[in-house]
């Protein structure tokens, strides 16, 4: 019990000495004493009714797209805009849609199918705009399949499934 007295009281003499003791905040953070920082009080800030989109954009712009048996879209599910091209996801046609910024359509990103480089169902896409790459998700079959954005080859598909171990490569 001698040391567990001891080991008490050092633990006391230390919770007490550093609770005693003034902090001085600059000193621990320098970049809470910078003077370039703005504070914004938030309970003194103008309330506004309504936003408009031009508090924010310049001019809506409509883009009309075009619609044929090659790209009727029924469910807009998810959209990018990638070097001036539209890539539109729709889960119910399981396709994603790819058009200019003037509406005109210019294909499909991959096809549905059981074929090599083919999806079953696509749940998501994303565009990896460092290496101008499309992946797309069949959630089915758990896969991604990767294609080249500009021209929609198809470059590898990953079995993302947990009990497989083997994938090609990616």
């Known amino acids: 019990t001698t040391m567990k007295g001891f080991t008490y009281t050092i633990f006391l003499s230390i919770f007490l000495l550093g609770c005693g ?15 370039n920082i703005s504070v914004i009080d938030i309970d003194k800030a103008e309330k506004a009714d309504t936003l408009l989109y031009s508090d924010f954009f310049k001019e809506p712009k409509a883009i009309f797209l075009e619609n ?21 996801l729709d ?64 470059l590898a598909t990953m079995d993302i499934s947990l009990s497989s171990d083997h994938s090609s490569s990616m």
């Open 21 to 35: 003791m003034q902090h001085n905040i600059t000193s621990v953070s320098p970049i809470l004493t910078n003077e």
């Open 68 to 88: 044929s048996m090659d790209c009727i879209i029924k469910e807009v599910t998810g959209m990018e805009i990638y070097k001036n091209k539209i890539y539109i």
């Open 91 to 154: 889960r119910e046609s399981y396709a994603l849609y790819k058009f200019d910024l003037n509406g005109k359509f210019l294909g499909k990103i991959g096809e549905r199918g059981n074929g090599h480089g083919e999806y079953y169902s696509i749940y998501d896409f994303s565009i990896d705009r460092k290496n101008n790459v499309v992946y797309l998700w069949d959630g089915e079959l758990n896969k991604i399949h990767k294609y080249k954005a500009n021209t929609g080859q198809h």
